[in-house]
Each structure stands twice: as structure tokens, then as C-alpha cells.
């Protein structure tokens, strides 16, 4: 998992609560990233921040936010606007640029009770 | 619209049997493609990635090859052992329309391996 870790491994939410999820590098990669994975489809982009105190909307972003205040921090906001939040959870980290691996966390797996 | 298609979907094989697995995409413009290996409930790590110019990359047991021409790729994993049993998730990268900073990555469904003894 490459110094990334997410926190929790598994978290349950009853309808109508946010929850946070955590993710910390210790890659000292100024990119990270939140993708939601399904069963049966591709991983979707949730978030993305290529720097410190700046994000941007990826794919899927209703119904989520974030924050980006450390360098080595992302979390990511499940509100109650997320019509269908179970998923699974991965964050990633990588250098900036266009050809660069993205290292992924062990990943959160939410269920909405 | 851009996408990345995998197959087959599952696929059981022996323990020291090959196997190769396939990967078509529809994605402009390319940048590279990417595979990952996901442990069922992990998170994925990356195998290979290549660029337009190669045709062909290994790590350890796994090969492999692009095709840029006709878009496709391929993973073979030579002599299987049972911790390669895992979902194998082809990556391709676009460049940005807008000349951002960040590729967009297009990811397939993955195939589902499953390696017995």
C-alpha cells in the first residue's frame, strides 16, 4: 500500500449522517485523489487536489466534499446528499505530472445501514 | 466517449498454468496504459505502465504488450501461483483537452482470476 494509509478499513452509516473518510501519505506527493469503486464497473473519480488548499470535481463529486488544508492529508465527506453511498473507497497519491503512477490506499468500505 | 473494456470477465486456470488476459480501449488522446493487480478487498498496485512508443513491458511473471495501432493490450502471467489469484484492472490514461497538469484515467471493470492448486 505504499505509505498510504485510510482509516477506517470498514465504517457503517445510518441513513441521513455524514461521514469522513480519512487518507494520509506519508509519499510527500503534492497529488492525491478519491475514487469510489462498485461491483461490476471501473473506478469512478470522486476528487482530486494537485496541490495543497486547492481541489477540483472529478466525475462523480455530487453528493461529496473534501479538503486538502496538509499536504499529507485528503479526507473525504460523505454528506447525505450521496443518493447511494455503499462503495468501496480508494484514495491515491502521486507526483505531479501526466505519466506518473498513482499508488493507491488499502481502501474504506462503507455500508449505509 | 472514452472507454476501456476487459475480458473475459473471470477466469479460473491451474496452478502453474499461463494465461493472458485482454484489454481494448477507446480513449483519445492516449497517453499511456497501465495495469493493476487488486487483492480482493485492497487497494491496486500497479504492474506496468507504457507509453505509445512500447510494445511490450514485464514485471517478474507478468507481459505486457500494446498494441496502439488496433488498441488493445494484453497481461500474460507465465507459470501461475495462487497468490496471483486476484482481479487484473487495465488503466488507460488520456492526456487533458483543457492542458491541465492531470491525465484522466479510464478504468476497465478488471478480470477476475482465480489460480487453483
Known amino acids: 500500500d505504499g505509505g498510504i494509509t485510510q482509516s477506517p478499513k470498514y465504517l457503517f452509516r445510518k441513513e441521513g449522517q455524514n461521514v469522513t473518510l480519512s487518507c494520509e501519505q506519508n509519499l510527500n506527493h503534492d497529488a492525491m485523489y478519491w475514487y469510489r469503486q462498485d461491483p461490476g464497473q471501473g473506478l469512478r473519480l470522486i476528487y482530486y487536489s494537485q496541490i495543497v488548499n486547492d481541489f477540483q470535481k472529478g466525475d462523480i463529486a455530487e453528493g461529496y466534499s473534501v479538503s486538502r488544508e496538509k499536504k499529507e492529508s485528503f479526507p473525504l465527506t460523505v454528506t447525505s446528499a450521496q443518493k447511494n453511498p455503499t462503495a468501496f473507497y480508494l484514495c491515491a497519491s502521486s507526483r505531479p505530472g501526466r505519466e506518473v503512477e498513482q499508488f493507491f490506499g488499502p481502501g474504506t468500505r462503507l455500508t449505509v445501514l | 466517449k472514452n472507454q476501456v473494456e476487459q475480458s473475459p470477465q473471470s477466469l479460473i486456470i491451474l496452478e502453474g498454468k499461463n494465461c493472458t488476459l485482454q484489454?481494448?480501449?477507446?480513449?483519445?488522446?492516449?497517453?499511456?496504459l497501465r495495469w493493476y493487480k487488486q487483492d480482493t478487498g485492497r487497494g491496486p498496485v500497479s504492474l506496468t505502465i507504457?507509453?505509445?512508443?512500447?510494445n511490450t513491458k514485464s514485471n517478474g511473471r507478468y507481459t505486457a504488450t500494446l498494441d496502439a495501432d488496433t488498441k488493445q493490450s494484453s497481461l500474460h502471467i507465465t507459470a501461475s501461483q495462487l497468490s496471483d489469484s486476484a482481479s487484473y484492472i487495465c488503466?488507460?490514461?488520456?492526456?487533458?483537452?483543457?492542458?491541465?497538469?492531470?491525465?484522466?484515467?479510464?478504468f476497465g471493470t478488471g478480470t477476475l482470476l482465480a489460480v487453483q492448486p
Open positions: 488503466v488507460v490514461s488520456a492526456d487533458p483537452l483543457d492542458g491541465g497538469a492531470t491525465n484522466k484515467l479510464i
Open positions: 484489454c481494448n480501449y477507446t480513449v483519445s488522446p492516449f497517453s499511456n
Open positions: 507504457m507509453t505509445f512508443s512500447e
